[in-house]
């Protein structure tokens, strides 16, 4: 694996071929906002939190740094009023759905997000898609899916699974940014109680 | 669906995993819905999880989890029918028959559903009835087309 | 039928098939695109097969069924061969006199020739219709000529002469350079340089690679992936098995959208035929190349139309796009590398091998060679496919080809690129239509829709329209696309509603930014289109709805009010029979009046009433007058000399 040099926030960064500018970012110890990302996991790019500036060879473009693999002679800059901008407007969508996470709240105060920007429409759930990840790739059992597409995409227990194995498992749980798991859990156990 | 068909038609796709999207519209087509312990058997057959199943299935349109109605509705929503005023000939199909898009009404008599353009633009707004398209619709005829079908 | 081994087997077979076809013969071509069957053209088969029986002329006179013409708005529509004399609108009953007066008796029909709206002239040759005249239809001209049913037909018009030429004279890489030559851009979108996308997979160094039919047709209103799949689907093969030969493929996927049942079962015996004679299969023509296609069926899904979303769907999965930060060319189906190109694309590869790079340069512009089929609907005279060279301006495609706007009413705006792109007004026109220019107004080429608007429409609900479309087939995976379309639609619907409030297009700007930099995958990028372009060019639009509560275009049911002007109605009842909401009262010589509490806003009494009366109004912007008292709603005729 032959050796990368990139620039991050103007700090020279030593990585590996392969690796992401976030996996890059997170070995030097500079932050980067993630949501929907975890060590254990493929990475899933569905928040965007972690969208950064990058620049190569003049290029200038914004991109997701939990999936954009480094290359050297990258340049990256994780605040930019652009930046900041959107990671505002992501908190606020997701606020929408969610506003007493705590996850949600710390990004909320370090981003100025108004939480009454846009009207509640409290589902809780805002596909973040670790629960599904986590029980498919770490735990290889898939008791938790996804189902439907777009605004109306949700999660989903499958019974006959769940009930084999959560009740033991239950990793999925600590995960789960909004609680909305627990609350799923829940309702498809008492739903399928005979 | 009996057991046995489903393997047939799993067989004919050589049993891949990547043919699990062309095994249920086959499925779809003959019987018309999924059944849950179909997924389950497709599930079995090619070796895949039953959530991957269940996201196909509610993820592309073309599959419905419930029985559907003797007669397919179909109202095409695309751009050259919207513009020739595709909302008013879906509305007042709303309204005769009480239900919206994606529903089938509790005799299973009809299913409404949109569909996003096909490919009769010259004839627009455009109304597809069991197949049968219906051309150059109008709010005032819809009524009387609907009727024909019982 | 067995194999035909070489370029020269070939050729000595086609000249059979030519030599047994007889030019002078007569023949009757009829259109059976879907858009004709759906006009009745099955029935005009029936009729047609029946009455050459019964006039005993089935051994003089040949039943061809074709692929779609392009003429769609005058369908179902008939050519008599060899004099080539077009007759549009077929019904059953036309048939006994086609068949007696024109086939046997070598006259014209003159009722069913095209009629020249304005003037009344009738035309008799296709090449002399306006419709037909001004287009350049390298593609889509051979359509008319062949039933896709038939290999030989296909073969009668010099089909494979290409992979023939490629596989004997040239090498994968000669072939490749002569498609970089062409500067081929891909027609499904993007428009891409294909030759730079095929180096980049021939160069790859994983072994295996594919080449892939994009037939996922998604934007709305446009259908010329079909009609091409439909009527000349050996066209797409001879494409495809170039493209497989020129990058080192040895497997081709045709990934078509299940709502094309007959493309669908045309390409698929199509396949078949091409097996049998060897086209398809082990050492094509007698050379080492060897190639296979599979056919893939969608299952509804827009955003399968996305290349990456596309391949993960043929692996078996949801159509959820990835990043595309490794190039799908590079990694793509099964992580190996995949050229995907859209229908058109493949159509143009036999034709520029046959016929040289050099010949294909010469159509076009500078940055956009070749042509471009569009699909010219909506608010247009003449709907249907038009192919035309890139460089024709948009008046001359909207007015020359398409015949202008009916009903007398005023163009306003065309939308071109599907969900993707954006809307030019009126002042725009002279534009030149290719892939840079359309994008430098805030548009863009896409697959090539052409949707063309009147004074009726309103460009709020345009974009709300198509942003309620995006939020509907959206993946759901990244947060600006799922949640940032969504909340667009509802300030959208929220305006188009009269809810609008300030503020309202700043925050909408916003969403678009978000959108338009950090989505996942093309669709949310470009979402935003529809709407900043409406803003750029009707912005005055907006500011009506928001401000003022009113709909300029007479056309958003919360912002507008039936109205019937007293001074025109004539009682005639017309509106009132017909009302389905029972809300227009009146009698005989009363002047009829709707109960705004009652009106929902079908419209239907618009449509009823008399174009000579023409009572029926709609009001935006300003409340609608009180009804007269009921005593003073007699009407008294006008005597004769008065009107």
Known sequence: ?194 | MDNERIDQIIARHHGQASSLIQVLLEIQSEHHWLPQRVLARVAEKLAVPLTRIQHIATFYKAFSLVPKGRHRVNVCMGTACHVRGAARILDTLQELTGIRPGETDLDLKYSLETVNCLGCCALGPVLEIDGKTHGKMTTAETADVLKHYN | MSQINSPLELETFRARILAARDSAKTSITLCSGSACLASGSAEVAVALKHEIEALGLNERVELRRTGCHGYCERGPIIICNPEGICYFRIKPEDVPEVVSKTLRDKQIVERLLYTEPGTGEKIIHEEEIPFYKHQQRLVFGDNVKLDPKSIDDYLAVGGYAALAKALSTMSGSDVLEEIKKSSLRGRGGGGFPAGRKWEGSRDAPEPIKYVIVNADEGDPGAYMDRSLLEGNPHCILEGLALGAYAVGAREGYIYVRQEYPLAVANVLLAIEKAEAYGFLGENILGSDFSFKVIVHQGAGAFVCGESTALMTALEGRVGEPRPKYIRSNIKGLWNRPSVLNNVETWANVPLIINRGADWFRQYGTESSKGTKIFSLVGKITNTGLVEVPMGMTLRDIIFKIGGGIPGNKRFKAVQTGGPSGGCIPESLLDLEVGFDELAKVGSMMGSGGMIVMDEDTCMVDVARYFIEFLTDESCGKCVPCREGLRQMVKILTNITQGKGKEGDLELLQELSETAKEAALCALGQSAPNPFLSTLRYFRDEYEAHIAEKRCPALSCKALIAFYIDPEKCQACGSCRRKCPAEAISGGKNQIHVIDQDKCTKCGTCLEVCPSRFAAVTRISGVPVPAPLPEAERSITRKAKSDA
């Open chain 1, 1 to 194: 694996m032959r050796e990368i040099i990139l620039e991050i926030d103007g700090r020279e960064v030593k990585a590996r071929e392969g690796m992401t500018v976030l996996e890059a970012a997170l070995a030097a110890g500079i932050r980067i906002p993630t949501l929907c990302y975890h060590e254990k996991l493929e990475p899933f790019g569905s928040c965007r939190l972690c969208t950064v500036e990058i620049e190569i060879k003049g290029w200038k473009k914004l991109v997701a740094a939990c999936v954009y693999p480094v290359e050297p002679g990258l340049m990256v800059r994780t605040r930019t009023e652009k930046v900041d901008r959107i990671r505002k407007m992501i908190v606020e969508l997701y606020l929408a759905h969610a506003p007493d996470s705590f996850v949600l709240e710390e990004l909320e105060r370090e981003y100025g997000a108004d939480r009454n920007r846009f009207a509640k429409e409290a589902s809780f759930c805002i596909h973040c898609g670790l629960c599904v990840r986590y029980c498919a790739e770490v735990k290889q059992k898939h008791a938790v899916g996804f189902v439907d597409r777009g605004t109306r995409k949700e999660i989903c227990f499958v019974p006959e699974i769940a009930a084999r194995e959560c009740w033991n498992c239950k990793e999925c749980f600590p995960l789960c940014p909004t609680e909305a798991l627990q609350a799923a859990y829940v309702l498809c156990t008492a739903l399928s109680h005979k």
